[in-house]
């Protein structure tokens, strides 16, 4: 019997130019362009056209629909009224079936395969709906295509083992050219091991067509997260450098990508990126090129120039180095570095033009990131970085606070960086109250130059040299060895009025800079003037929606929570909601983020059912666009487990503090402040649940590191102090307890923006004075009492629990005694 050639199938010949045209249109799309249909039809003959059309208006409907525009087959029918079959075709693909033999469309983007010889289609018993099969894998739906390849999600029924199977499309002829690729990007992940790159199972034929399968990631590709990076350089940089990492594992094994883009970077529901698609790579050392000599090999908008230029063995490290840049330049940029109506100009481009910065795009783009990013993006493969790496090397430098290689570091620079290094602000830790010599500590605040202009980056380390630092110096200070870092600020601040007449940007940012270190000591009433003067400087410049003047105001409020006054910050919170959402949108991070403290502020209020609703929706939004390991995400699920804790829901409460901590554990933070704030709200929770071992460990780790880390007199470490002696009177060390309350109140003292109105001077008054009743002390429990009442009466408002509790003890201790009769 002699094989019968069916006459729908596909010429052979034109398989591998119709991906090859699809490819170059899709990456037109990608980029922003609207490239013509008509156009592309020119390539073939009559006998592959119809093809070819079919493909294209796939990849356009598909694109069109990402935007919101809806379908539209007329249109497309009056184009081509001599194509009104093939159109007819493109999109009946399209449309979910029902029909015996077929399946239901999954996406709407693409049908499952038509039945195949051996393959098997039926009812599923539990539902009536319709199975298919292909060999050991059923199908269930479309995870995405690509020129002539398409994804689906399936299970291996063998090993019940979900997957992702990857196919030529089964309306295509594979060519020995696809069959080798898809050998080739099997045999090539199949020897990779490491955490971020996609394995593959299996590779195969079934009813002669060619597919793989690899890992099933739950998530979506990085091309459809750009926008969430915007608002967050250092998780762009944090994303890059896992990916990097990965890549240089694939070097190692002499491996290159060849196609690095957004696209092929898979993010999984933990925030983790994950490379695949090594179906254009090659090795590197070798002549495994798959290619004709003088073809294009990648995506234009992501290529490198020795790509574009299509000569034969030009890839090499540094053009998979390039494709790392162009991921981070997304990311920064939200778009491509380079964007042409037509596929020419976008290669013309990429061989000859120069990205523009992508601070250009986004202000909020650090300089040294933006330098990691532009290096890589180099004409001259030889002005790269050597290896993905020393990329991921030097984007850890940046994460780190340390001098990045990209580029030379002067000493005053590098003396800069490493005081950055010191837990600060960059932190949100008070690292600096701990008395140091000016000379390092005060060039902590450095890392804000990176993001004004030069001038303006040279007028601040004047200010730093001559102003901050002479202070420490013998000639100006002759205690300059023992000089306290909150000596030299509060001197330093002196200097600032009327120092900077027609520079109202560095006096804005020395401002902020002052007031953020201010509050970071726990001097948030000294930060007031300061970040009051850069918020009126900032809307000046920029308008009252301008990133910097609500990021300033968003500091404010801050420091009035802590000052405890909660009216005003309130207000301030709610004000910069509405700003950020008007000028970034519900789901940027800045917004999430201000969702959360607002509503930790108004736990304080004890408002639990608002303030329950606004931190669990800004949870969802961090944990859906940025992974439940994000430090803003762990910072609200924190906020979280304190409003569920006080709403009575103690076993939910536990487990999300122990998800938070376990999380800093692992990454190794144990000493971040927001993990030392879980680690203390953890151990309040085992406490009221009679765990005492436990809560007394982690209320041990958090006091030593606090005061390690902070001093031994920061607010922060008072309040775990003053939780630590509510532990101790449960256990029965009321001498211990009584001796941490004195010490806390002495310090408090000592600290006028908190020796009152703050809510651990309430509550160390307040649970002294308790102490002081069981013991029988007389008259001291009741002044106590009064000034935690007159304080908390400041502080919250009339309804508030806490005062009509501290009113409850204070009531008996003011009733009037019986008068003493004497025996008769």
């Known amino acids: 019997m002699t094989d019968e050639v069916d006459p729908s199938a596909p010429d052979p010949r034109h398989v591998a130019e119709v991906e090859r045209i699809c490819d170059r249109y899709e990456a037109a799309l990608r980029a922003g362009g609207r490239p013509r249909i008509e156009d592309e039809l020119l390539a073939l003959d009559a006998s592959g056209r119809d093809l070819l059309l079919k493909e294209l208006i796939a990849l356009d409907l598909a694109y069109r629909r990402r935007a919101g525009e809806p379908p539209d087959p007329a249109g497309y029918l009056a184009r081509f009224p001599d194509d009104a079959g093939a159109v007819r075709a493109a999109f009946g693909a399209l449309e979910p079936k ?3 033999g077929e399946a239901t469309a ?22 009536g709906k319709r199975v298919r099969y292909f060999g050991d894998y059923e199908l269930r739906g479309i995870l995405g295509r690509g020129g002539m390849g398409v994804v689906y999600r399936a299970m291996q029924m063998s090993l019940h083992r979900p997957v992702a199977l990857k196919m030529i499309r089964g309306e295509v002829t594979a060519s020995d050219e696809q069959r080798r690729r898809f050998r080739n990007e099997a045999e090539i992940a199949a020897g990779f091991d490491h955490p971020n790159i996609v394995p593959v199972y299996e590779v195969g034929e ?100 020795e790509q574009a230029s299509g000569r034969r063995g030009a890839t090499t490290v540094a053009t998979d180095v390039h494709g790392l840049g162009t991921i981070l330049y997304g990311l920064l940029a939200g778009r491509a570095p380079f964007a042409a109506e037509s596929v020419t100009a976008m290669l013309e481009r990429a061989r000859e033009a120069v990205p523009e910065p992508p601070s250009r795009f986004n202000g909020r783009v650090p300089r040294d990131l933006e330098v990691i990013c532009l290096k890589c993006l180099e004409k001259d493969p030889a002005r790269r970085y050597a290896s993905a790496q020393d990329l991921a090397d030097d984007l850890g430098r940046f994460l780190d606070r340390e001098p990045i290689l990209a580029r030379p570091v002067g000493r005053l620079t590098r003396l800069a960086m490493w005081a950055r290094r010191r837990p600060a602000i960059a932190a949100l830790a008070a690292a600096l109250a701990i008395a140091v010599t000016a000379g390092v500590a005060g060039m902590a605040w450095q890392w804000r130059i990176a993001v004004v202009e030069r001038d303006t980056s040279e007028a601040i380390r004047r200010f730093l040299v001559e102003d901050l630092l002479a202070e420490a110096s013998p000639e100006r200070n002759e205690r300059s060895r023992n000089v306290t870092l909150l000596e030299v600020i509060d001197r330093a601040a002196g200097r600032v009025d009327g120092a900077f ?20 000591l726990g001097e948030a009433g000294e930060a007031g003037p300061h970040l009051e003067r850069a918020r009126q400087l900032y809307e000046q410049i920029g308008g009252e929606d301008s990133i910097e003047a609500l990021s300033t105001s968003n500091d404010q409020a801050v420091a009035l929570l802590k000052q405890g006054r909660l009216g005003e910050a309130e207000a301030l919170f709610r ?7 008007r000028t970034l949108g519900d789901d940027a991070r800045k917004t999430l983020v201000t969702m959360s403290n607002l509503g930790d502020l108004l736990r304080h209020t004890h408002r639990l059912e608002e303030a329950e609703s606004l931190i669990r929706d800004a949870s969802s939004g961090l944990n859906r666009q940025f992974g439940p390991t994000d430090p803003a995400s762990l910072g609200t699920a924190g906020n979280l487990a304190i409003v569920t804790h006080m709403r009575g829901r103690p076993d939910d409460a536990e487990r999300l503090y122990r998800q938070a901590v376990d999380a800093y554990r692992r990454a190794g933070k144990r000493r971040h402040p927001d993990y030392l704030s879980q680690l203390n709200n953890l151990a309040g929770l085992l406490q009221e649940r009679d765990n005492f071992q436990e809560a007394e460990e982690a209320f041990r780790e958090c006091l030593d590191t606090r005061r390690e880390v902070l001093g031994p007199a920061h607010i922060d470490r008072l309040m775990t102090m003053n939780n630590y002696s509510n532990l101790l009177v449960s256990t029965g060390k009321k001498d211990q307890a009584e001796s941490l309350l004195n010490e806390v109140l002495t310090l408090l003292d000592g600290m006028p923006d908190h020796g009152v109105r703050s809510e651990v001077a309430i509550l ?48 008996p201790l003011q009733a009037p005694r019986p008068a003493v009769v004497p025996p008769p």
């Open 206 to 305: 079934h009813n002669g067509q060619p597919y793989l399968t690899m890992r099933l990631v739950e998530g979506e590709g990085l091309d459809r997260r750009l926008p969430a990076y915007a608002d967050d350089p250092p998780a762009a940089a944090r994303l890059v450098q896992l990916a990097a990492e990965a890549v240089h594992h694939a070097h190692r094994r002499g491996v290159l990508h060849r196609d690095l883009k957004p696209a092929n970077i898979l993010i999984d529901a933990e925030g983790s990126p994950h490379v695949t698609d090594f179906g254009l790579a090659r090795l590197v050392e070798g002549a495994g090129d798959l290619t004709h000599s003088g073809a294009v090999i990648g995506t234009p908008a992501y290529m490198a120039p």
């Open 98 to 100: 029902t029909q015996a």
């Open 106 to 127: 999954c996406h709407g983007d693409e049908t499952l395969p038509a039945t195949a010889p051996g393959d098997r289609d039926r009812d599923d018993p539990a539902d």
């Open 501 to 520: 007449p027609d520079q109202p940007e560095v006096e804005a940012e020395i401002r902020l800079m002052l007031g953020q270190v201010y509050v970071n």
């Open 764 to 811: 160390a008054r307040a649970n002294l004075a308790e102490l002081l009743v069981a013991r029988g002390v007389p008259d001291e429990p009741g002044r106590l009492y009064r000034e935690a009442l007159d304080s908390a009466r400041v502080v919250y408002p009339p309804e508030h629990p806490l005062i009509r509790e501290i009113q409850a003890r204070l009531d």
């Open 575 to 581: 004000r910069v909601l509405d700003g950020y959402r």
